[in-house]
């Protein structure tokens, strides 16, 4: 279940903590402490919420874009995003390597 389709006041898992949904995009855990959610990632609906959920017409108006969906969720094989290669040599003059000492300046 993808997190925009929830109604504020449902009660959701994500990651094995458990949230309840206070504003379109933020929940707060049992802890009380608030945490921003994107409406595209896959959360677990508690015992109880199956009635706290959008209607089909308003929870597409909160849907995200199509390529945002894609980025989060690939399909499998592919890769949303190719990251930079990691540079091989340090713009520092070395001194992020194994033995380098520190300079004294």
Not at 28 to 43: H, R, S, W
Request: charged share 25%.
């Amino acid at each position: 279940m993808e997190f925009y389709r929830l109604a504020i006041g449902a009660r959701f898992k994500f990651f094995g903590r458990t949230y309840e949904k206070e504003a379109m995009s933020m929940a707060k855990d049992d802890a009380n402490l608030g945490y921003v959610f994107m409406g595209g990632l896959e959360v677990t609906l508690e015992p109880g919420s199956e009635g706290k959920l959008l209607p089909p017409e308003v929870a597409e108006k909160w849907k995200p874009p199509e390529w945002l969906m894609k980025y989060m969720r690939p399909e499998p094989g592919e890769t949303a995003w190719e990251a930079p290669p990691c540079p091989t040599s340090s713009p520092s003059g070395g001194h992020s390597q194994p033995d380098a000492s520190p300079s004294q300046g």
